[in-house]
């Protein structure tokens, strides 16, 4: 069974940054696209970010442009969230999920595994 583990998430002040890493486990992360999702308390999940696994495009939300960049490290089998000048509206649980895909979608019904996701809080 293919394996995802989210970690990074944690408490921080509105401007702050975090950095959530993805590894994955049992299987390598190469040839499969990977989403960024979050889900706030009593608001359905949305897409956050993407990245290819053929060319490293990427896609991002326009909620998180300008601030979120993502990345991956194959040698490491994990893909990165680096989140800057966080605010109160950015408090979620992440999630990151992947998928044998044709570049890279923000679209849930488009990925098979998901990890089980890292808290996000940005509050003063």
């Known amino acids: 069974q293919l394996q995802l583990v989210e970690s990074g998430g944690g408490l921080v002040q509105p401007g702050g940054s975090l950095r959530l890493s993805c590894a994955a486990s049992?299987?390598?992360?190469?040839?499969?696209?990977i989403g960024w999702f979050r889900q706030a308390p009593g608001k359905e999940r949305e897409g956050v970010s993407c990245?290819?696994?053929?060319?490293?495009?990427?896609y991002y939300a326009d909620s998180v442009k300008g601030r979120f960049t993502i990345s991956r490290d194959n040698a490491k089998n994990t893909v990165y969230l680096q989140m800057n000048s966080l605010k109160p509206e950015d408090t979620a649980h992440y999630y990151c999920?992947?998928?044998?895909?044709?570049?890279?979608?923000?679209?849930?019904?488009?990925?098979?595994?998901w990890g089980q996701g890292t808290q996000v809080t940005v509050s003063s």
């Open positions: 999920a992947a998928d044998r895909l044709y570049g890279c979608s923000v679209a849930q019904y488009e990925y098979d595994y």
């Open positions: 049992r299987f390598t992360l190469d040839y499969y696209a």
């Open positions: 990245i290819s696994s053929s060319d490293g495009s990427t």
